[in-house]
């Protein structure tokens, strides 16, 4: 995307006392490239992106009136940034498709059906034994056991220290396996 990457003049001499009209538009079209490479850097997958950045520009359209035009407006953007992916990491435990960044290869042997329907009910049981976790403690077993957040980026995302979220995530994990203890005793046999 060619996006300018120039500055609003939202403050200088003449312009304090009349300060400049903002709009949606021209925060985009001024400070589309810094948004787009901030959401890369803050760990938006490129299958997310164009709904992440809109999702960003619809909160700045809406706080829009907030800002103060005597601070300097890109902290203001990363700011909301920052909130407006940690809102989307927090669905991504919702999101039921298995999408991927690029199309697999051809392979020469597909799996047998026999495979295809372990993997199905493989992945069955896993959704039925998070669904029987609290959905909090849930989010942060996903985000660290599926999304490969770590500790630091979880906690940034919860907003409590790394410590707590080890000693959550320690909970969690038991939770999970008294699930599958129990989904084990209803169902019998192996969980895989």
């Known amino acids: 995307m060619g996006y300018a990457m120039t500055a609003?003049?939202?403050a200088g001499p003449q312009l304090l006392p009349h300060a400049v009209a903002l709009d949606a538009?021209?925060?985009h079209a001024a400070h589309g490239g810094f948004i787009w490479a901030s959401l890369q850097r803050l760990g938006v997958g490129a299958r997310d992106l164009d709904d992440v950045y809109q999702e960003l520009f619809v909160v700045v359209h809406r706080r829009l009136g907030d800002y103060d035009p005597a601070l300097p407006i890109r902290p203001w953007l990363f700011g909301i940034g920052v909130r407006v992916v940690a809102a989307w990491r927090r669905r991504a435990h919702l999101r039921r498709e298995q999408?991927?960044?690029?199309?697999?290869?051809?392979?020469?042997?597909?799996?047998?059906?026999?495979?295809d329907a372990a993997r199905a009910r493989t992945q069955k049981v896993l959704h039925a034994l998070l669904d029987e976790l609290d959905p909090e403690r849930r989010?942060?077993?996903?985000m660290y056991e599926i999304d490969e957040l770590s500790c630091a980026q979880i906690a940034e995302i919860v907003g409590v220290p790394v410590g707590t979220v080890h000693s959550r995530l320690h909970a969690v994990r038991k939770d999970f396996q008294r699930a599958a203890a129990r989904w084990?005793?209803?169902?019998?046999?192996?969980?895989r």
């Open 184 to 191: 084990q005793a209803r169902h019998g046999g192996d969980i």
């Open 139 to 142: 989010a942060l077993f996903v």
């Open 99 to 115: 999408l991927v960044d690029d199309v697999p290869e051809a392979q020469a042997a597909s799996p047998s059906p026999e495979d």
């Open 8 to 10: 609003l003049p939202i």
């Open 25 to 27: 538009a021209a925060v």
